[in-house]
Nanobody
């Protein structure tokens, strides 16, 4: 079994910062791309940022230059540093990872965390 657990969400004022963390655990063989998604009330889930196995990153236009994604391969972790937060960033943030796991069929698949709430107050 593989689990992704997020942490670091909370309530912050406009212009503030938060750092989200996501740690993968279980029978992991390797992790390829890791992503952060978010879903605001009444809206579809959207991709915020991703980082591949080589450390190459990509961001949505909405967060570019404000958010930074990073990963710690030794800890099977991915982070999202969020700065200059806006009310429009309010959402549940989800961690996603494409993982090769033992005892899994298929051996490679996407896994999701449970989500962490980020609320930006005016």
């Amino acid at each position: 079994q593989v689990q992704l657990v997020e942490s670091g969400g909370g309530l912050v004022q406009v212009g503030g910062s938060l750092r989200l963390s996501c740690v993968a655990s279980g029978s992991i063989v390797s992790i390829n791309v890791m992503r952060w998604y978010r879903q605001a009330p009444g809206k579809q889930r959207e991709l915020v940022a991703l980082i591949n196995a080589d450390g190459v990153t990509n961001y949505s236009d909405a967060v570019k230059d404000r958010f930074t994604i990073s990963r710690d391969r030794a800890k099977n972790a991915v982070y999202l540093e969020m700065n200059s937060l806006k009310p429009g960033d309010t959402a549940v943030y989800y961690c996603n990872a494409y993982i090769r796991a033992m005892y899994s069929n298929p051996s490679h698949r996407d896994y999701w965390g449970q989500g962490t709430q980020v609320t930006v107050s005016p």
